[in-house]
């Protein structure tokens, strides 16, 4: 059981020690939900599932929380631009409540599709709003607040090494990260706690609070949550590098000033999935779903695969194009393991030493800071590998596979042969045609299904087909 975990904190390669030996308690920070989750988000879930499973695997028991934001969250990750949520609301013509649930379900069934494992616990902001009253209050009487133009703003000039985990001077924290300065803000790096009346007039998610009706600021909730159910010393917190600058750095400077002592002892960030042309945003309205990627004849597995080819700590360049190679070789690999599943070999005996050793060398790739494209070598050594017998192949593969999470010895795989690209390519370009607004094209191809008895099933998630 060893772990080293590249820390942001310390910008080194530590080994992991956790507070209870054994248990790992973890928290990543979940969705804001005001629209779909796009395929960048989705990378940092599956790095988070991958080093969850990793730990499990290496024999840790893990707690893993993560919140989902249904509130607080404004449109620059400091508190400047309009609420996420009620934008979300306006654009859609419903209530945020709605948006919130509908986007919430959203996400999770994606989670679903990726073989994402849900958290022993899912927190939503909207539900601990006294926990946040309770943070704050705390910190108001430690003296870390102030309070102008009625919001309550946490002051960073009292927090000793505001900028430790960004690793910037303060200067350049603050050219990152700002747009527009709140002149009621003492330091431009203050950030609201509690926001009354004075921000939105027409904000519907508000609550009574000491300093009046109200809504929380984005990042109290991470504290908040966190340290109710994880205990006031957590071992990993995770996000995107996004939040490094920003989100994290406030969690920190909030939680450490309320606790008094260290909080957060290996922090993990997962880099961006990048377009050709940039960073892929939410707010942009320019982002790829994975039900377009479905709609595109992709299974959510082969973007699974695609992200595990590459280490979390470096930038992945999405396009279609190397996605498709990952499908063929998600295939290729798939294909690989059904030969073994079907091989008259797999009777043999399972040898300890045997296993053993691969096992080792498994856990050694995956302790490594998650080194998954070199766990996937120690995989292609199983196949290949010709003193090993079919059962043992197919008991490590087995074994592997609760890490990978790619269904690799399912039962539809062993059927894998019968190749239904056809299928998926006309649905592509069903699916072409409706964005085109080609409703005769469209039923022109699902007639034709039709006839050689295989019936499209449309959804909110994309098209699949079943036989008629
Ligand atoms: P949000 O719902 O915007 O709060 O983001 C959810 C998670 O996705 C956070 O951990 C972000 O850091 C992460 N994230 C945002 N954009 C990307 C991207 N392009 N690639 C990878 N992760 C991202
Ligand atoms: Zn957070």
């Known amino acids: 059981m060893n772990f080293k975990v590249y820390n942001t904190l310390t910008r080194k390669k530590e080994e992991l020690i956790p507070v209870e030996e054994g248990k790992v308690g973890l928290y990543t920070c979940g969705p804001t939900v005001y629209n779909y989750a796009h395929i960048g988000n989705l990378r940092t879930y599956v790095f988070e599932d991958i080093l ?9 028991d893990v707690n893993h929380v993560m919140n989902i934001t249904d509130v607080g969250h404004l449109q620059s990750d400091g508190d400047e631009g309009e609420d996420k949520m009620a934008l979300g609301a306006s654009r859609e013509k419903k209530t945020v409540w709605e948006i919130a649930k509908f986007y919430e379900e959203a996400f999770l069934r994606d989670c679903e599709k990726l073989n994402i494992e849900r958290p022993s616990i899912i927190c939503r902001a909207t539900e601990h709003i006294q926990d946040m009253i309770d943070f704050i209050k705390d910190l108001e009487e430690k003296g870390y607040t102030y309070i102008a133009n009625g919001n309550v703003y946490f002051s960073i000039d009292k927090f000793e090494d505001y900028n430790k985990l960004a690793g910037l001077t303060l200067e ?6 700002r747009i527009e300065v709140d002149p009621h803000k003492k330091n431009p790096l203050d950030f609201v706690l509690w926001f009354t009346n004075s921000k939105f007039t027409n904000q519907i998610m508000q609550w009574e609070s000491p300093w009046g009706k109200g809504f929380p600021g984005w990042h109290i909730e991470c504290s908040a949550m966190s340290v109710k159910y994880l205990g006031d010393r957590i071992d990993i917190h995770c996000g995107g590098v996004d939040h490094i600058p920003v989100h994290h750095t406030n969690e920190i400077a909030q939680s450490e000033a309320s606790l008094g002592h260290k909080w957060v002892n290996y922090w993990m960030h997962g880099e961006f999935l990048v377009l050709n042309k940039g960073k892929m945003s939410k707010s942009s309205g320019d982002f790829l779903t994975l039900t377009r990627l479905v709609e595109e004849g ?3 597995l082969d973007y699974r695969y695609f992200c595990l080819q590459s280490r979390y700590r470096k930038q992945l360049l999405f396009s279609f194009e190397s996605l498709e190679e990952a499908q063929k070789a998600l295939k290729k690999l798939k294909g690989k393991v059904s030969s073994i599943i079907k091989d008259e070999s797999i009777e043999g005996e399972i ?3 045997k296993v053993e050793n691969y096992k080792e060398k498994f856990s050694t790739q995956i302790g490594d800071d998650l080194n998954l494209p070199n766990a996937f070598t120690v995989l292609e050594e199983v196949i290949k590998d010709g003193d090993l017998n079919g059962r043992e192949k197919a008991y490590l593969i087995e074994d592997f596979d609760k890490v990978f999470s790619l269904d690799l010895m399912k039962e539809e795989v062993v059927e894998s042969h019968i190749d239904n690209s056809w299928i998926k390519e006309l649905i592509k370009d069903r699916n072409k045609a409706r964005r085109e607004k080609n409703w005769g094209r469209a039923d022109e191809i699902r007639n034709a ?13 994309g098209t699949t087909w079943k036989l008629k």
């Open 172 to 177: 350049e924290l603050e050219a990152g990260s």
């Open 52 to 60: 969850k499973k990793s730990l499990n695997y290496l024999g840790y």
């Open 449 to 461: 299904l039709l006839q050689k008895g295989i019936e499209l099933l449309d959804s909110k998630e």
């Open 351 to 353: 040898r300890a030493e």
């Open 298 to 300: 992709f299974d959510p």
